[in-house]
């Protein structure tokens, strides 16, 4: 594949930022199906795909999200066209027969152990959750993730059992979904932008061996 024009590089990293402002310009759905559709396709381990995606856009939504978040986190996530809930399913490997078809013993050696269950849904959970940034960029968007929210609360609000009223899928209502983060989505403020925070330099944070 040929490298990427340099300014691809600005849009997905360099000139990228996390926004805690937002235009009233709105997202619509089908942007958020080609956002998915752009992101399935980062690599996971054993092409398990433990992340699901709650795409929370009406104000109904938003506001049931509203209690579950750190104080600095409130106004900005509801001037928001979209937030993402990053969450992981932890039976992700029910679904390893149609992802990993080559391997049809992958599914019980994740079922019989629930370390690697936990370590394969966080990480990767967190990994798919930055293709998902890195593909909101590529398509115009800008992104505001975020930590700072009561995990058990979301978990409680939006994937506790019997609890999918108004749902398009029926993946999450069985208690065996979790939060990982989450992050807005929409059309950034400049106007609202904090200043730019240094990064480490290579000495610090690279080796070569
Ligand atoms: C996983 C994650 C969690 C974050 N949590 C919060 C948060 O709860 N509240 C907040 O205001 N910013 C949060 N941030 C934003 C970071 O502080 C921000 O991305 C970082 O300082 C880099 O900013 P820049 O992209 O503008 O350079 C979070 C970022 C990430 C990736």
């Not at 599914?107 to 936990?118: C, K, S, T, V």
């Not at 993730?145 to 069985?174: H, I, L």
Request: with cysteine; hydrophobic share 40%.
């Amino acid at each position: 594949m040929d490298r990427v024009k340099d300014d691809v590089l600005d849009v997905l990293f360099r000139k990228a930022r996390t926004y805690n402002g937002w235009l009233p310009k709105p997202v619509p759905d089908g942007l958020l199906r080609e956002l998915y559709e752009a992101a399935k396709w980062g690599p996971t381990s054993a092409n398990t795909c433990p992340a699901r995606f709650v795409f929370l856009r009406s104000p109904a939504a938003k506001e049931r999200l509203r209690p579950c978040l750190a104080a600095g986190n409130v106004e900005k996530t509801m001037a928001a066209p979209v937030t993402v809930i990053i969450a992981y399913d932890l039976k992700f490997y029910d679904k390893l027969p149609k992802l990993s078809p080559h391997n049809p013993a992958m599914r019980d050696a994740f079922a019989q152990n629930p370390q690697l269950i936990e370590e394969t849904a966080k990480r990767n959970s967190s990994l798919q959750g930055a293709y998902l940034i890195l593909a909101a960029r590529a398509l115009g968007l800008d992104c505001g993730p975020m930590s700072g929210f009561d995990n058990a609360k979301v978990d409680d609000e939006f994937f506790a059992a019997g609890k999918c009223e108004a749902c398009d899928q029926e993946f999450f209502p069985a208690g065996h979904v979790k939060s990982n983060f989450l992050c807005n989505l929409g059309y950034g403020d400049p106007a609202k932008l904090l200043p730019r925070s240094p990064r480490l330099e290579w000495s610090e944070a690279c080796n070569l061996m």
